[in-house]
């Protein structure tokens, strides 16, 4: 395959990658109307009626412990554990950000548009549930966090693509470097470096703001 055909390739990607997230909002409206809730300023509003439907279908703390398994029980020690890292992960991932990239010129990407505490609303859940959910959406929202400042990290210090591809490139890979082709890379790696167009704001990411 030439590399123009691969770039035309790509750019049909893109397009189509237009057309599905526009598609996927569609659908996300749709859900909003089916399940009677709208979003204000980012919050999310049940109509009361629902909001009630919800409140019966909540299992109590009690009879929720009785139901559960001996094996989860005995795992969540060690599920939480993770909490540590994580947080820690978080932290330096957000001061190294704050500083390293103030200094290279790389557009900051924005924390809260990747930890979403939206599911402690759904009444349905009891409080076991909701600290389960909490959990996963950090630690979750962490890790698109963590991906995206390393991916653009990478695209500023070492944007080669590799000689096998990995199984989930992140989005900026496709913009590097041919494996092994040292003359793009020491004629265009100060270019790249300035290239952040597809950073803002597609992917959810800020101008230098980010918290």
Known sequence: MTKLKLEEILERLQKLQTELEREIDQLLIEKRRQFHYSLEQGKVRFEQSFRALHRRQRVGLWRYLRGARIRHLLSAPIIYSVIIPLALLDLMITVYQHTCFRIYGIPLVRRADYLSVDRLQLS????????????????????????????????????????????????????????????????????????????????????????
């Open 124 to 211: 349905y859940l009891n409080a076991i549930e909701k600290l389960n959910c909490l959990y996963c959406s950090y630690g979750n929202g962490v890790v698109e966090y963590c991906r995206e400042i390393s991916a653009r990290t990478e695209q500023y210090w070492c944007p080669i693509k590799h000689a096998q591809r990995t199984p989930d490139p992140h989005h900026l890979v496709e913009k590097f470097f041919d494996y092994g082709d040292a003359e793009a890379y020491r004629q265009r790696l100060q270019h790249l470096r300035r290239q952040w167009d597809e950073c803002e704001p597609a992917d959810r990411s800020g101008t230098g703001t980010g918290t």
